[in-house]
């Protein structure tokens, strides 16, 4: 069996393209900005310009054009789907469909539709933040966040949290910071008993989605399953095994 091949690009096997703010804090395993957490190649693309104060505290609009230039800097490399290292990009989610030729998914919470649907009518979907103050219906509107049953909780608060993810400080304490989010999302669930499973919204959660699942058992939601989902789609594999009807003939 032959096959044309096409090329076009400098390198190959990088599929799922990362749009990544200008970031100081340490990224361990399992969080978006350390490679380490999958088990296929991803392309990183640094927005300059693209602060955490500027995108989650000043909400600034001016930001829309700096995803744009690097999401077709990203397409034009070869990527064949793209997302972002911080949920609170779910306010550009149609821009950005609009101008790519290829999928693109700006937040985590893009998940939330799905995972209603998913749960029974008297149930609701826990989001947890980095920073509830800052998520406002604009960005929850923007990923058909519209009469969804939702309970939020933010981390703003937490003192670890806040201080690394947040301000930006270039260290910090895992384990405190996990305990942090560990309790934020136990009390959420505590006062909205209702509550049939939980999104993480923030791209830096994901190393202690184990532990929230763990402390209050319900399916978790994060930026890592919607990327291996999506990577799924992009690059399917064949199947290999034993097919009906198959017989081993004897020796004689």
């Given at each position: 069996?032959?096959?044309?091949?096409?090329?076009?690009?400098?390198?190959?096997?990088?599929?799922?393209?990362?749009?990544?703010?200008?970031?100081?804090?340490?990224?361990?395993?399992?969080?978006?900005?350390?490679?380490?957490?999958?088990?296929?190649?991803?392309?990183?693309?640094?927005?300059?310009?693209?602060?955490?104060?500027?995108?989650?505290?000043?909400?600034?609009?001016?930001?829309?054009?700096?995803?744009?230039?690097?999401?077709?800097?990203?397409?034009?490399?070869?990527?064949?789907?793209?997302?972002?290292?911080?949920?609170?990009?779910?306010?550009?989610?149609?821009?950005?469909?609009?101008?790519?030729?290829?999928?693109?998914?700006?937040?985590?919470?893009?998940?939330?539709?799905?995972?209603?649907?998913?749960?029974?009518?008297?149930?609701?979907?826990?989001?947890?933040?980095?920073?509830?103050?800052?998520?406002?219906?604009?960005?929850?509107?923007?990923?058909?966040?519209?009469?969804?049953?939702?309970?939020?909780?933010?981390?703003?608060?937490?003192?670890?949290?806040?201080?690394?993810?947040?301000?930006?400080?270039?260290?910090?304490?895992?384990?405190?910071?996990?305990?942090?989010?560990?309790?934020?999302?136990?009390?959420?669930v505590k006062q909205n008993p209702q509550t049939g499973?939980?999104?993480?919204?923030?791209?830096?959660?994901?190393?202690?989605?184990?532990?929230?699942?763990?402390?209050?058992?319900?399916?978790?939601?994060?930026?890592?399953?919607?990327?291996?989902?999506?990577?799924?789609?992009?690059?399917?594999?064949?199947?290999?095994?034993?097919?009906?009807?198959?017989?081993?003939?004897?020796?004689?």
């Amino acid at each position: 069996m032959t096959a044309k091949l096409y090329g076009g690009y400098s390198t190959y096997g990088e599929v799922i393209g990362i749009l990544k703010l200008e970031t100081v804090e340490p990224k361990v395993p399992g969080d978006i900005g350390n490679a380490t957490s999958y088990s296929f190649p991803v392309k990183y693309k640094i927005v300059k310009g693209a602060t955490t104060d500027r995108l989650v505290e000043k909400n600034d609009p001016m930001l829309l054009d700096l995803f744009i230039c690097a999401a077709k800097e990203l397409e034009n490399e070869g990527v064949r789907a793209i997302t972002t290292s911080c949920g609170f990009t779910a306010i550009f989610q149609k821009e950005m469909a609009e101008v790519l030729e290829i999928p693109v998914f700006m937040s985590s919470l893009i998940q939330v539709p799905l995972v209603s649907s998913m749960l029974a009518k008297n149930k609701k979907v826990g989001i947890l933040t980095a920073n509830k103050r800052r998520l406002t219906k604009k960005h929850l509107e923007a990923v058909n966040i519209n009469n969804i049953p939702v309970c939020i909780a933010g981390m703003e608060e937490q003192e670890n949290f806040s201080n690394m993810i947040l301000k930006q400080q270039p260290f910090g304490n895992i384990e405190k910071i996990e305990k942090e989010v560990v309790e934020v999302s136990k009390s959420l669930v505590k006062q909205n008993p209702q509550t049939g499973a939980m999104v993480l919204e923030c791209a830096d959660m994901p190393p202690f989605a184990a532990a929230v699942q763990e402390a209050i058992g319900l399916p978790v939601f994060d930026i890592n399953t919607l990327i291996n989902y999506v990577y799924n789609a992009v690059v399917q594999k064949r199947y290999n095994g034993v097919y009906p009807g198959y017989r081993v003939k004897r020796l004689l």
